[in-house]
């Protein structure tokens, strides 16, 4: 189905290991975004891309890991997961277009022990 | 921080009006308004945006006052299922994201 997708939707893994989350879109968009959502927090932006090969630090970049060699795809990883980054992350797309909204996956619940 | 304010809680009779209100008093002429809302366990929905004219669609309706200061959402007759975390937010069309930010928001209870 078109849309936007993330997995794995639920994680679980100890601190010092390294975690990848994966989000992948069918729609093309140039834009793509990784963000954490921790209560008291709202939504908080990690990192974001333009377009392939193309990627830029958002709020709370620290500890994570981009790469965006494909349009569709732009996984997150954690190099050494911490417990700081238990949280929910949510991917999301938009058009080129500079007033496009963005579309969001459906999460990924990262605890880390 | 936060380049918006919004109420951290509101309440809403089924079949009524509800208007979320957004302060937004630094906002810059380029900057766009845009609300988004989060049904609980989801990912946010886009609902509306605008620059200086009040807009509609489907979902709802956006008032922004004419010193662009403030903005209302409007959710012309609210259901069970709006209710959900809003969140306003500003941004300059065009450009970088790394200023965008998604505050608390205000989280609406449509009641029976």
């Known amino acids: 189905d078109a849309g936007i997708t993330q997995s794995p939707r639920y994680k679980i893994t100890e601190t010092g290991r390294q975690v990848t989350l994966m989000c992948h879109q069918t729609w093309s968009h140039s834009y793509m975004f990784w963000y954490r959502q921790d209560l008291g927090h709202g939504l908080r932006l990690i990192y974001y891309?333009?377009?392939?090969?193309?990627?830029d630090k958002g709020e709370v970049p620290d500890g994570y890991v981009v790469s965006r060699s494909k349009t569709e795809n732009f996984p997150l990883t954690l190099e050494s997961a911490t417990r700081s980054q238990t949280s929910v992350y949510f991917c999301?797309?938009?058009?080129?277009?500079?007033?496009?909204?963005?579309?969001f996956g459906p999460g990924t619940r990262l605890t880390v022990l | 921080d936060a380049k918006t304010t919004q109420p951290p809680s509101m309440d809403c009779a089924e079949g009524r009006a509800a208007n979320l209100p957004c302060n937004h008093s630094t906002i810059s002429g380029n900057e766009y308004v845009y609300w988004y809302r989060q049904i609980h366990s989801q990912g946010p929905q886009y609902i509306i945006h605008g620059l200086k004219n009040n807009e509609t669609n489907e979902m709802a309706s956006l008032i922004i006052t004419e010193d662009r200061k403030s903005s209302t959402l409007i959710l012309p007759h609210a259901t069970l299922r709006d209710t959900a975390v809003y969140y306003c937010?500003?941004?300059?069309?065009?450009?970088?994201?790394?200023?965008?930010?998604f505050g608390p928001g205000t989280s609406l209870s449509v009641i029976p």
């Open positions: 891309s333009a377009a392939a090969d193309i990627t």
């Open positions: 999301a797309s938009s058009e080129a277009s500079g007033v496009a909204e963005q579309f």
């Open positions: 937010i500003v941004r300059v069309a065009g450009t970088s994201y790394d200023k965008v930010i």
